[in-house]
């Protein structure tokens, strides 16, 4: 496990806990049910406290960097699906449930429209989270207003972040990475699913997290 792991698992296994238990109080048959987890992984169930092979899931992700990988280190990369990025390769309404977190605002922004669109295809119900724009500290980077700044600006900063300190990268590592992220504005990411419920996650009363629940 990364320092980075190590630090930080504590603090988001209870921030993703406390919103899964939101979304099963609102659908309590979810994990009886088919679910599809887009750009998801093995480290995400394990933080729930659940076996991902203990329920009919599929995980989708475009690469197996990492998020075949549980937090002891175990790799199960025989649970996780490949593809474009692009096209879910499955026919519509495939999945009781489609399940995206903090995934979209990684999706460049010419394409989250499609993205979203295939969502909703392959899926009967679907819960979509991404973090609130509106929160002080970018979370990927740990530093905070970083997502506020000009771009320009943010760019240079980025890995004065805890991300970049706790280990030591390269700046191609950093740009590539910042260059990947942009937050979305709630206004933005209610519009790609217009007619879904925001469940808003807070922390000292600001919002955290958004999860759109259609």
């Known amino acids: 496990m990364t320092l980075w792991l190590s630090l930080f698992h504590p603090i988001s296994a209870h921030f993703r806990r406390k919103r899964f238990a939101n979304i099963l109080r609102k659908a309590p048959n979810l994990l009886s049910q088919s679910v599809l987890d887009v750009g998801g992984s093995v480290h995400f169930w394990d ?43 499955w026919p519509d309404q495939s999945f009781d449930w489609v399940i995206c977190n903090s995934v979209i605002e990684h999706v460049p922004s010419l394409k989250r429209t499609h993205f979203s669109s295939e969502i909703k295809r392959v899926g009967k119900h679907y819960w979509i989270q991404t973090p609130a724009y509106v929160f002080p500290v970018e979370p990927h980077f740990v530093l905070p207003i970083l997502h506020w700044l000009p771009r320009h600006f ?54 955290k997290s958004y999860t759109l629940m259609g």
Do not use: C, M
């Open 154 to 207: 943010g760019r240079r900063i980025a890995g004065w972040g805890l991300w970049g300190l706790l280990r030591r990268r390269t700046r191609s590592e950093i740009d590539r990475y910042f260059d990947e992220v942009v937050l979305l504005t709630l206004k933005e990411f209610h519009s790609l699913f217009p007619r879904a419920e925001v469940i808003t996650e807070r922390f000292l009363g600001i919002p």
């Open 47 to 89: 933080k729930l406290g659940i076996d991902p092979k203990s329920f009919d899931l599929t995980i989708l992700n475009i690469a197996l960097d990492g998020q075949s990988t549980d937090i002891r280190g175990t790799i199960r990369d025989d649970i996780i699906v490949l593809y474009d990025g692009l096209t879910i390769p």
